[in-house]
C-alpha cells in the first residue's frame, strides 16, 4: 500500500465497501458521540467520514486530534445505516472505521477556523494566508483560477497562436501607472524596472515576424489598491497580432472570453459575441457615466439641457449660461415615490454634490401629475416634454444631474447602479458585453490647457497623420476596451507602428524626438526596418475569475495577495535590507521624517 493513501478523500462509495483503505488529510472536525469518535477528514479533493471507538487500537491517539492536525488513517470501508447517508457528500453512503493512525503534522491553536463560515478581519486572513485557503471556498476559488487560465491557453493555441515569455527586468517604460525599481549591481546608479505589461516587447516580437503571440504574462504596477485591482501585480493574457485591423482583434478575443464564461459561469447567460455592442467612449460616458458600463442595467442617461435653458429653476438656468455645462437626466422605471427619491437625493449628498433634482410621476385620478421641487418650478410644459423625451410613465421618476459633465459623470454613472439595483433592473444572472471605441488620444489640462496623453500613447490614431495636423482633441486612436458587469476586462489598440506618425503624435503632447528615442529607442529603432502594421490586447485573468467566482474583491481569487497598504503579512514584506546589500548597490536609505 502507498505510504499515505490508497485513495484520495473523495473517492470511496459502496462499491468499497469491505476493503482496508489509507486515507491522509486534515482534521476538518471531530465529533464526540457518546464515546464514539467520528471525525471529517479533509483533503483537497473531498471529504470522508472515519470513526473509531474504544475497540480500536488506536482509540486513546484518536482522542488527542484537534482540528486541522495532519493525519494518516488506516481503516474498513463500512456501509452507513440508511437513515444516516449523507447525499450532500459523493463519500456520504460509506465511512472508514479506524485501525491504526499517523500523525503527519499537529496543528497548535488555530488562529482562524476552516471549518464554518466565521468572518475574520482581512489582515488575520493574509496573515494565515495558508490556513484561510484551506476554506472550501478558497479552495473552490483558486481551483476556477487554474481551470480558467488551462482553457484560455487551450483556446489560444486552438486559434494558431503560440506562447512566447517577455523579460521580467526590464527598463521602465510609461503605461500610466508608477514603476517597480530594480536597483543594478553590475551599473550603479542605474535601475531596472518590473514590466508594467509586456507592451513594447509584445510589439517587437510582431516586427520580428512572429504572427501572432500570446502570454499569461505577470505585470507589476505600484499602485493604490482597489476591489478590482492589486496594488502591486497581477496577470494578464497577453496577445498581438499582425497584418489585422481592429474588428480582426474583436473576432479573434471574443469566443475566447465568450467561451471562458459560458464554461465556468454556472449556468448564467453569457451574450453571444456578435451580439456584443460597440459604443464609443463619448457615448459611454454621456449614457452610462463610465467606460466600463454594466450592461445588464438597462437605463440609458439623456441629455435635457434645453428643457431647463431659461426654465424657472435658477440653478439650471444659470448654469447653462456657462459654456461647455449641460444637464443629464437618470431615467427611474418604478421609482416614482418622494421616499425613493429622498434616498438617492442623499445618497448624491454623500458623494460629495449638493443633491440630485428629481421628478416623478403619479396617478391623480383624473390623471398623470408630475411631483416634486423641479417639476413646481419648470412647469408642466416642460416636465411633459422631458418625460417624453426619457419614455416615462405613471410610477416612474427621472433624477437630474448638471454642470461641467466631468464633474458629475461618474457620480451619475453610480447613482444608474444604485438605481437600477434598487429598483430590481438589473439582471444579476447575466453576463453583458460590450465594446468601447473611439477613445480620444489627447485631452487637455483645464488649467494650463497643455495637451498631454489621454489614454495609450502607442495607439495609431484614426486617420493616421492627417488626423495629427487638425485639433488634438479631436484626435481619435484605434484604441479599445471590452467592459462586462461594469468592469474593463480587456484593453487593447490598433499599435502605431509608423516612425513618423508616432514622433508627431509625442510632439503633440510636449516630447521631442530625443526624448521620444531615450523612452522607446528599442521600438522606434526596430520601426524604421519594415515593421508590419500590429495590434492586439490584453485580458485581466483576476478579475475574469473574479466575476466568474461572483466575488466583490480581487484578492478572493489571488493566491498569495497584499493587504490595502500593499504588504506581504504572511512573508513580512517589504522590509529593511542589510547594511551589507545597500552597500553592495552603491544605494543609501534616506530616513523619513515621521
Not at 30 to 45: A, E, N, P, S
Not at 78 to 103: C, H, Q, Y
Not at 545 to 557: G, K, P, S, T, W
Amino acid at each position: 500500500m502507498h505510504a499515505y493513501r490508497s485513495q484520495t478523500c473523495a473517492e470511496l462509495n459502496k462499491a468499497h465497501v469491505g476493503q482496508t483503505v489509507r486515507l491522509s488529510g486534515w482534521v476538518h472536525r471531530v465529533r464526540d458521540h457518546g464515546g464514539v469518535l467520528f471525525i471529517d477528514l479533509r483533503d483537497h479533493y473531498g471529504m470522508t467520514q472515519v470513526l473509531c471507538d474504544p475497540d480500536s487500537p488506536v482509540f486513546a491517539e484518536v482522542e488527542k486530534v484537534r482540528s486541522e492536525w495532519c493525519i494518516r488513517i488506516d481503516g474498513e470501508v463500512k456501509a452507513r445505516d440508511e437513515s444516516l447517508i449523507n447525499p450532500k457528500l459523493p463519500t456520504g453512503e460509506i465511512e472508514v472505521f479506524i485501525r491504526d493512525m499517523e500523525v503527519l503534522g499537529a496543528a497548535d491553536e488555530l488562529p482562524l477556523m476552516v471549518f464554518g463560515d466565521q468572518e475574520y478581519p482581512e489582515e488575520t486572513r493574509l496573515r494565515y494566508r495558508y490556513l484561510d485557503l484551506r476554506r472550501e471556498v478558497m479552495q473552490q476559488n483558486m481551483t476556477l483560477r487554474s481551470d480558467v487560465v488551462a482553457s484560455i491557453r487551450k483556446r489560444m493555441w486552438d486559434q494558431n497562436f503560440r506562447e512566447y515569455q517577455t523579460p521580467i527586468i526590464t527598463a521602465s517604460s510609461p503605461e500610466g501607472a508608477r514603476d517597480f525599481l530594480v536597483p543594478s549591481r553590475l551599473h550603479p546608479g542605474k535601475f531596472y524596472a518590473l514590466p508594467q505589461a509586456p507592451q513594447q516587447f509584445k510589439q517587437l516580437i510582431m516586427v520580428s515576424g512572429f504572427d501572432k503571440y500570446f502570454q499569461i504574462a505577470p505585470c507589476f504596477r505600484d499602485e493604490d489598491p482597489r476591489a478590482d485591482r492589486s496594488p502591486t501585480d497581477f496577470y494578464q493574457l497577453d496577445m498581438e497580432m499582425s497584418f489585422v485591423t481592429q474588428q480582426d482583434v474583436f473576432d479573434t478575443i471574443s469566443p475566447v472570453i465568450a467561451g471562458v464564461f459560458e464554461e465556468f459561469g454556472g449556468g448564467r447567460k453569457v451574450d453571444a459575441p456578435e451580439s456584443w455592442e460597440q459604443i464609443s467612449y463619448r457615448d459611454a460616458a454621456l449614457w452610462y457615466g463610465t467606460d466600463k458600463p454594466d450592461l445588464r442595467n438597462p437605463i440609458k442617461m439623456q441629455v435635457v439641457s434645453e428643457h431647463f435653458r431659461g426654465s424657472g429653476f435658477a440653478i439650471f438656468a444659470k448654469l447653462l449660461e456657462n459654456e461647455g455645462t449641460e444637464i443629464r437626466a437618470i431615467p427611474a422605471p418604478g421609482g416614482g415615490s418622494r421616499k425613493f427619491c429622498d434616498r438617492m437625493n442623499a445618497f448624491a449628498q454623500k458623494e460629495g454634490l449638493p443633491g440630485m433634482g428629481y421628478i416623478f410621476w403619479r396617478d391623480q385620478g383624473n390623471g398623470m401629475e408630475a411631483a416634486g421641487p423641479l417639476a413646481k418650478n419648470i412647469g408642466p410644459e416642460r416636465t411633459e416634454a422631458i418625460r417624453q423625451q426619457l419614455g416615462l410613465e405613471v410610477g416612474d421618476a427621472a433624477f437630474f444631474l448638471g454642470g461641467k459633465p466631468k464633474t458629475f459623470e461618474s457620480v451619475a454613472g453610480k447613482a444608474r447602479s444604485v438605481i437600477g439595483d434598487e429598483l430590481g433592473l438589473t439582471d444579476k444572472d447575466r453576463f453583458a458585453f460590450a465594446w468601447i471605441v473611439d477613445f480620444p488620444i489627447y485631452e487637455a489640462d483645464e488649467e494650463s490647457g497643455k495637451i498631454d496623453f489621454e489614454h495609450n500613447p502607442f495607439s495609431m490614431p484614426q486617420g493616421g497623420m492627417e488626423a495629427l495636423e487638425g485639433d488634438p482633441l479631436k484626435v481619435l486612436g484605434y484604441q479599445y476596451d471590452l467592459a462586462c458587469n461594469g468592469y474593463e476586462l480587456v484593453s487593447g489598440a490598433i499599435r502605431n507602428h509608423r516612425p513618423e506618425i508616432m514622433f508627431k503624435a509625442f510632439e503633440i503632447a510636449g516630447y521631442g524626438p530625443d526624448e521620444v528615442r531615450k523612452r522607446f529607442g528599442g521600438m522606434v529603432n526596430a520601426f524604421q526596418y519594415g515593421a508590419p502594421p500590429h495590434g492586439g490586447c490584453a485580458a485581466g485573468i483576476d478579475r475574469i475569475v473574479m466575476l466568474l467566482a461572483d466575488q466583490q474583491n480581487i484578492r478572493e481569487v489571488i493566491m498569495f495577495p497584499m493587504n490595502q497598504r500593499a504588504e506581504d503579512l504572511m512573508m513580512n514584506a517589504p522590509s529593511e535590507p542589510l547594511p551589507e546589500q545597500l552597500m553592495e548597490l552603491s544605494l543609501r536609505v534616506i530616513p523619513q521624517d515621521s
